[in-house]
């Protein structure tokens, strides 16, 4: 049975950091290219950033050039989401994905996801 468990959200300043994590289990994990996607109240789930199975390759939402960094571990099946300099617009359940093959920016796309964890940035 596949897993995907996100955690490091919460509730933090603007201009502030976290770093989200996702782990998985239950697939190999190096197959699967990962993605991260939020949805705020009231919008569609859309597309942050994405990393292909051997991390060598990245991909980002503009809203997250600059800012967002997408990275992964294969050793401990974790992929993370470092975000700095975060906004109020930033604010949204972010959730991890799975795919085998390559990273997509479409929710349909992917095969697996976390439950979401919530991030809330203040003004």
């Known amino acids: 049975q596949v897993q995907l468990v996100e955690s490091g959200g919460g509730l933090v300043q603007a201009g502030g950091s976290l770093r989200l994590s996702c782990a998985a289990s239950?697939?190999?994990?190096?197959?699967?290219?990962m993605g991260w996607f939020r949805q705020a109240p009231g919008k569609e789930r859309e597309f942050v950033a994405g990393?292909?199975?051997?991390?060598?390759?990245?991909y980002s939402a503009n809203s997250a050039k600059g800012r967002f960094t997408i990275s992964r571990d294969n050793a401990k099946n974790t992929v993370y989401l470092q975000m700095n300099g975060l906004k109020p617009e930033d604010t949204a359940v972010y959730y991890c994905?799975?795919?085998?093959?390559?990273?997509?920016?479409?929710?349909?796309?992917?095969?697996?996801w976390g439950q979401g964890t919530q991030v809330t940035v203040s003004s």
């Open positions: 994905a799975a795919r085998r093959g390559l990273v997509t920016t479409g929710t349909l796309g992917y095969d697996y």
């Open positions: 239950g697939l190999t994990f190096s197959t699967y290219a």
């Open positions: 990393v292909n199975g051997f991390g060598s390759s990245t």
